[in-house]
């Protein structure tokens, strides 16, 4: 793969790093110099049926592994250089701090706080989400509507990941009266739906995502775990990166963007290789066709083919992971493009 030189990059960095926070370049394409000699991408993730997980193989595989193995395409060369590791919401930030993880996923919600005091930054909403319930219905009664979480009974139990905005969220929903519930604490995602599981708690709050990822995968159970109608938070869910990096920040944020942008455009894994002439400049940058598309983040031009070939557009990785081709089957819904009424927008690659 060909970059740029080192003295073109440490010069490129300096005027980032100065326009972007107002600080020096001391670390600014740091994340960038760590990966290539490290030879991988290493994310972090949070096993989330759809969103992150384990094949009978052995293999990573889902959507954030998919972003992560794109961010690998693009820096370099091939999405299997990636470590995917675990982590958890008590410990992501601090782990993207100390340099062990470059990217932080884990179904993460951008939140004021992570973003201004936690030592993170999130360069890109990578998917809408919001949170939800999910409740037992006896057999046989899987057509009955169920009622809205406000309407539980008092002193219900609601099983619950610690540490997380989905506890923040139902406690000021508690404080506020909506419903009189009791939490139920656990320790990981996994803990709070084997609690449920358990029936330990009546009901378990989480990304309505996240609820539907675990219905899904449980085939035996599936018409007894009923997700409820309300959403009681907006859970914009996205990568987060160490600050004080814009380089890395920018490589993180564009990788997504083109995948986005490749949609809108009608680009995809199996037509992206032919259109590097196409009279469309945004289609021939994501093409390859542009020999300065990479400058700006310090990659080569063939960076966006990379991705897309490799990985696919963004509807792609959507629908194989989390949708019609997937047991989960969600629809797009607000993680439609905005030309269909969802909200990814995408800034224009010029």
Known sequence: MTTRGPFARTMLAAVL?????????????????????????RCGVDLTPGFSGVDTDGNARGFEVDVCRAVAA?????????????????????????????????????????????GAVFPVVLYYDGQGFM?????GSDKTPVKPWKDVPPGTRVCVQRGTTSEANLAAAVRAGHALVEMVPATSSEEKFIAFAQRQCTLVTGDRSELAARAATMPAERRQWRILPDTISHEPLGPAVAQGDPLWFSVVRWTVLAMLAAEAKGVTSAN????????DPEIRRLAGGDPAFGKPLGLDSQWGLRVISLIG????????????GSPLGLERGLNALWTDGGLHYVPPLK
Not at 135 to 139: E, F, G, I, M
């Open 74 to 118: 693009a820096v370099l060369g091939t999405p299997d250089a990636v470590s995917i590791r675990r982590v958890n919401t008590a410990n992501k930030f601090n782990a993207l701090n100390v340099g062990d993880i470059d990217i932080a996923f884990g179904m993460t919600t951008w939140t004021y706080t992570r973003d201004t005091g936690m």
């Open 272 to 279: 992206v290789a032919g259109l590097s002439a196409s009279p």
């Open 17 to 41: 790093a100065m326009a972007f926070n107002g600080t020096g370049p001391a670390q600014a394409g740091a994340v960038l110099d760590r990966v290539e000699q490290q030879g991988e991408v």
């Open 135 to 139: 409740t037992w219905v006896d057999k």
């Open 313 to 324: 557009n963004y509807a792609e990785v959507f629908q194989r992971n989390l949708g019609n």
